[in-house]
C-alpha cells in the first residue's frame, strides 16, 4: 500500500506511481490517495513495458487499481476508483482539462499582487519626452518605446537594463513600433516615414519607406502575405511589400483611403481590417484581401452609399429595433470586382453617447480574434469610456442583438478623462482575460467578470460594466500608454513626462 498526500491541487497534475499514470485535475480539499501494486497481476505477454493509460484499461476490461481518499471529496465511494472518479470530474471538458479555462484562481492572485518593479525601465537624464508607445518581440527579451523626440529606447524588461538608443530614429515624433519577427521591427513617425530596424545591427536602419503625406500613426503586419500594412492622417492605407525590400525601400501601393482615420488594426489571422475615426464612425473590411485596393474615396461617399443590398434585407432591418448601432454593408458586387474586402460602417453605440457623437481614438483587438477593444471621448470631451464589442458573425450559436451589426457592446466602464487631447493605448493580457487601461497618473486592470474568466465563457446577456481588478498609480504624470508582456507575467505603461515603469507580481 503507498499513501501520497496532495494539497490544494489547483492545475492537472500527471504522476507516475508504480508503472501507472494518474492525472489529478482541480482537487479543492487536501487528499490522501491510497494505492494498492497489483502489478502483478496486471503483467501480460507481450507487453512493451508501458503502462496502459484509463482508455486502454476501459477497452481491454482492465480493473483499475483500488483507491480511497481519507478526506476532501468522496472520489473512492462504493464500487468507484480513482480512474472513474478522474473520469466523471472532467466530463463534457475531456479527459486533459484545458488549464487556461481552470486556473483563473491563479491568474487572479497573480494579476491582483501585481506591483511596480524595484527598478523600473527610467533613465537618469530624459531627452526623449513623452512615450507615445511601448512594445515587446515576439520571444520577450526586448521592450522597445516609441519617444516624442525621435528617439526609440530599446531595454531587457527582466533586468530593467537599458540596452540602446536610437537617438534619430526619426526626425519627428515617434509614434508606433511593430515587430515583424524576434530580430526585424518597424517605426513611423510624424516625419511621414516608416522605419525598418534589425535588431542584430541597430547602428543604421535596414531601410526608410516614404509613401505617406501626413503623420504616420498605425504599423500592422500580415503574416500570411508578408505585407507591412500602415496608416496615417493623411486617410490613406498603404500596403508594403516585405518580400522585395532594399536599401532604398520596397514596393508599395494605396489600399484604402477615408477621411478623419485614427487607427488601423487586423485581426489576428488577418481577415479582416478595423478602421477606427475621430467622427465616431468604426469601418470593417471584412474577407480581407490586402492585394487588391478598394477605391472608395470619402466619408461622404461612404454615408450616401449605405442602402440595403436587397427588398428582404430592408424589411428585416427596419422591423428590427434600433440598438444604438447603424451599420451597413457595402459589397463590390458589379462585373469583374472581387467578391472579398466587403465594407461595413458602423456608429458603435456607446454608453450615455446615444444622442451625442464620440471620437475613438484607441482600437485593439481581442488575441483571439473574438471582440474588440475601442477608448472614446464624447464630442464635448468630457467624458471617456472604455468598450467591447464581440464579432457576433463569429459566434453563430447565440442570437443576433441586431441584423444591423456585426459588433454587439457586452462590456463598459467610464474611464478618469484626464489629459484631454492625447491618445491613450490600452492593451489586452496574452491569453485575453484582462484589459490594462490609462487611468490617470496610472492604470487599471480590467476583468469581464469577478473570476478572470474568459469572454467566451462569461458573455452576458445584456451589456455589463467591466469588473476591476486592480489600480497602480506610479507615474507623477498622464499615462499614454500600456502593453503586456508575450511571455512573462509582466506589465509595462508610459506617461507625458516619459517614464516607463514595469510590473511585476509580488508575494
Request: proline residues 5%; neutral net charge.
Amino acid at each position: 500500500m503507498l499513501a501520497i498526500y496532495i494539497k490544494n491541487c489547483s492545475e492537472i497534475k500527471k504522476l507516475n506511481v508504480l508503472g501507472t499514470e494518474i492525472i489529478i485535475s482541480q482537487l479543492a480539499d487536501d487528499t490522501t490517495l491510497f494505492l494498492k501494486d497489483e502489478r502483478s497481476s496486471e503483467e501480460r505477454p507481450g507487453r512493451t513495458g508501458r503502462s496502459p493509460g484509463l482508455g486502454e484499461r476501459e477497452a481491454r476490461g482492465t480493473p483499475s487499481a483500488p483507491s480511497q481518499t481519507a478526506s476532501g471529496p468522496s472520489a473512492g465511494s462504493s464500487g468507484g476508483s480513482l480512474f472513474s472518479w478522474l473520469q466523471r470530474r472532467s466530463a463534457r471538458r475531456g479527459l486533459f482539462v484545458d488549464p487556461a479555462r481552470d486556473n483563473f484562481r491563479t491568474m487572479t492572485s497573480l494579476y491582483c499582487s501585481m506591483n511596480p518593479a524595484a527598478e523600473s525601465v527610467n533613465l537618469s537624464t530624459q531627452t526623449h519626452g513623452a512615450v507615445f508607445n511601448l512594445e515587446y518581440s515576439p520571444d520577450g527579451s526586448v521592450l522597445t518605446v516609441a519617444c516624442e523626440q525621435t528617439e526609440v529606447l530599446l531595454f531587457d524588461p527582466i533586468s530593467s537594463r537599458h540596452i540602446k538608443t536610437l537617438a534619430e530614429a526619426h526626425e519627428d515624433c515617434v509614434n508606433n513600433i511593430r515587430f515583424l519577427d524576434n530580430r526585424l521591427f518597424a517605426t513611423c513617425s510624424d516625419d511621414t516615414t516608416i522605419a525598418l530596424w534589425d535588431l542584430r545591427k541597430l547602428n543604421s536602419k535596414v531601410c526608410s519607406l516614404h509613401g505617406h503625406a501626413s503623420w504616420v500613426k498605425n504599423i500592422e503586419y500580415d503574416t500570411n502575405t508578408r505585407l507591412l500594412v500602415t496608416s496615417g492622417f493623411d486617410g490613406n492605407v498603404i500596403t508594403w511589400d516585405t518580400n522585395r525590400f532594399t536599401e532604398d525601400g520596397c514596393p508599395h501601393k494605396k489600399f484604402f483611403h477615408t477621411r478623419y482615420l485614427m487607427r488601423m488594426r487586423l485581426t489576428p489571422d488577418c481577415s479582416k481590417m478595423l478602421i477606427s475615426t475621430s467622427s465616431g464612425y468604426l469601418l470593417i473590411l471584412h474577407d480581407l484581401d490586402l492585394t487588391q485596393s478598394l477605391e472608395v474615396g470619402s466619408y461622404r461617399m461612404l454615408r450616401a452609399r449605405r442602402t440595403p443590398l436587397t427588398s428582404g434585407t430592408s424589411a428585416a432591418r427596419s422591423a428590427a429595433p434600433r440598438q444604438g448601432n447603424d451599420s451597413s454593408k457595402i459589397h463590390p458586387h458589379r462585373e469583374g470586382l472581387s467578391p472579398r474586402n466587403s465594407l461595413e460602417v458602423l456608429t458603435p453605440e456607446i454608453p450615455g453617447e446615444r444622442d451625442r457623437g464620440n471620437c475613438i481614438t484607441s482600437l485593439q483587438l481581442h488575441p483571439k480574434g473574438w471582440a474588440t477593444l475601442i477608448r472614446c471621448s464624447s464630442n464635448m470631451d468630457d467624458q471617456e469610456w472604455t468598450c467591447v464589442y464581440e464579432f457576433q458573425e463569429g459566434a453563430p450559436t447565440r442570437p443576433l442583438v441586431s441584423p444591423r451589426c456585426s459588433l454587439r457592446l457586452t462590456h463598459y466602464i467610464e474611464e478618469a478623462n484626464v489629459g484631454r487631447g492625447y491618445i491613450k493605448e490600452l492593451c489586452f493580457s496574452p491569453d485575453g482575460r484582462l484589459i490594462c487601461s490609462p487611468y490617470g497618473y496610472g492604470v487599471r486592470l480590467l476583468a469581464f467578470d469577478e473570476r478572470c474568466s474568459e469572454l467566451a465563457d462569461c458573455l452576458p446577456v445584456q451589456t455589463s460594466c467591466l469588473r476591476e481588478v486592480r489600480s497602480i498609480y506610479s507615474h507623477s504624470d498622464v499615462v499614454l500608454t500600456t502593453k503586456f508582456s508575450p511571455t512573462h507575467c509582466q506589465l509595462a505603461s508610459g506617461c507625458l513626462s516619459g517614464r516607463v515603469a514595469l510590473y511585476q507580481p509580488k508575494f
